[in-house]
């Protein structure tokens, strides 16, 4: 439990994937940091086996189109269906979720 609660705060470097950036995340939390809390609109914090999404996520740049438009273009990257008012859920396939992972991180949308 400790593990998870230091990883949703971006503290002691605990990473769900090994290759995530450690520390990226807590620079990123307005609290204790000053960061700018882009994760809560124009990035990503990482690609997980479900996440929501605001419009903001949907518009960021990946392999020349926007996130919403390469999601839908091939089932390999997961499926995309609006949860709510300017809300979706993106799920990806465990099997897919490194790869996903790798594309988006190099297209720059993680912080």
């Excluded at 926007?66 to 993106?90: C, F, K, P, T």
């Amino acid at each position: 439990m400790t593990d998870a609660m230091s990883y949703a705060a971006g503290d002691n470097g605990k990473t769900a994937c090994p290759y995530e950036k450690a520390f990226a995340f807590n620079k990123e939390t307005p609290a204790l940091y000053g960061g700018q809390a882009r994760y809560t609109g124009s990035k990503l914090r990482m690609v997980y086996t479900a996440n929501i999404l605001n419009g903001e996520h949907l518009n960021i740049g990946i392999a020349g189109t926007n996130l919403e438009n390469w999601i839908q273009s091939s089932h390999a990257h997961g499926i995309l269906y609006r949860v709510g008012e300017e809300r979706w859920m993106w799920e990806v396939d465990p099997a897919k979720l490194e790869q996903v992972n790798q594309i988006c991180g190099e297209a720059g949308a993680f912080p």
